[in-house]
């Protein structure tokens, strides 16, 4: 039986402690103070080093402070130097989808009448939504995509994943079809009416009182109407608490990010009203510093 060596060894006690920064570090942690920065950079520039130097400002100055990391691992990566940071602060790093989870259920249970709470549909359960619409709705398929073909659970595969990319992209059943008829693509048309039919009826809406069931795709959506909304539009839903906006937003790694969270993000600013807000990517999808 072979054996493996394993040999643990401590942190050093500063090891949360941020390295002193750069020129241009210095010069975007400067800048975030006093508006948005969009911080564009190669891989190992510093960028995560300057999200978290803003972080760490925002917590010292007693500010409200978030951390929007793409996806789970790299959430997981941030956390325990962003805790060490802001030792008072909860969650200081989520991921896009966690944050709008969290924006839907406040609207939801902080209120005069609380309603149910918000859940997330899993992929066996879309499967199984959609093989239920594929029977029942007369959608507009092209010849060449058959009820045989429609019956696969492969299909069902790529159509789960189409809903969920344009739903990503803040595309609804209408938009979907749309772009369809514009580029040629009949079946974005048949998908765009499964679609409008798994959005309809009031259990899809956000004041539906049991729990309100949502697709993980289309959550940050639905977070970015609410906090449009939030404003003028809680009073009148008897919503007691504040909007969970923080005062400054941080986006790491925003070439990796959906069109929904740039929505979301865009529209932080305006409605949640963060002193600051800085977004930063590699170099991968550079245009969307234009969206």
């Known amino acids: ?125 879309q499967d199984q939504m959609l093989a239920e619409a594929l029977e029942s709705v007369d959608a507009p398929w092209p010849e060449d995509i058959g009820p045989q073909m429609r019956a696969m659970p492969a299909f069902r595969g790529e159509l789960r994943n189409l809903v969920a990319r344009a739903g990503e992209a803040g595309m609804d059943a209408s938009s979907l079809s749309e772009a369809g008829a514009r580029f040629g693509r009949p079946e974005w048309q048949g998908a765009g009416a499964i679609i409008a039919a798994l959005e309809e009826g009031p259990e899809r809406s956000p004041e539906y009182p049991r729990t309100l069931r949502v697709d993980l795709s289309r959550i940050q959506a639905l977070a970015a109407d609410l906090i449009d909304a939030w404003e003028q539009d809680a009073p009148s839903r008897g919503v007691q608490a504040p909007s969970p906006v923080p005062d400054v937003v941080i986006v790491d790694d925003l070439q990796d990010c959906t069109p929904s969270t740039l929505r979301a993000a865009g529209g932080l600013p305006r409605r949640g009203c963060p002193d600051r807000r800085l977004l930063g990517f590699r170099c991968g999808r550079g245009w969307v510093s234009w969206r």
Not at 16 to 35: F, H, I, K, T
Not at 93 to 103: E, H, I, L, N
Request: net charge positive; with cysteine.
């Open 1 to 125: 039986m072979s054996e493996i060596k394993v040999r643990l060894r401590s942190r050093n006690a500063d090891w949360w402690r941020l390295p002193e920064l750069n020129a241009n570090q210095r010069a975007v942690v400067d800048a975030a103070c006093s508006g948005d920065v969009i911080a564009r950079g190669a891989p190992s520039s510093g960028r995560s080093t300057c999200a978290l130097a803003v972080f760490e400002e925002a917590d010292a100055q007693g500010r409200s402070a978030l951390i929007l990391a793409p996806d789970r691992t790299r959430a997981d990566v941030l956390t325990p130097r962003a805790q060490a940071l802001g030792p008072d602060a909860v969650r200081p790093v989520r991921t896009p989808a966690s944050f709008a989870y969290q924006v839907v259920a406040t609207w939801r249970t902080q209120r005069d009448v609380p309603l149910e709470g918000v859940e997330l549909v899993t992929g066996a359960a």
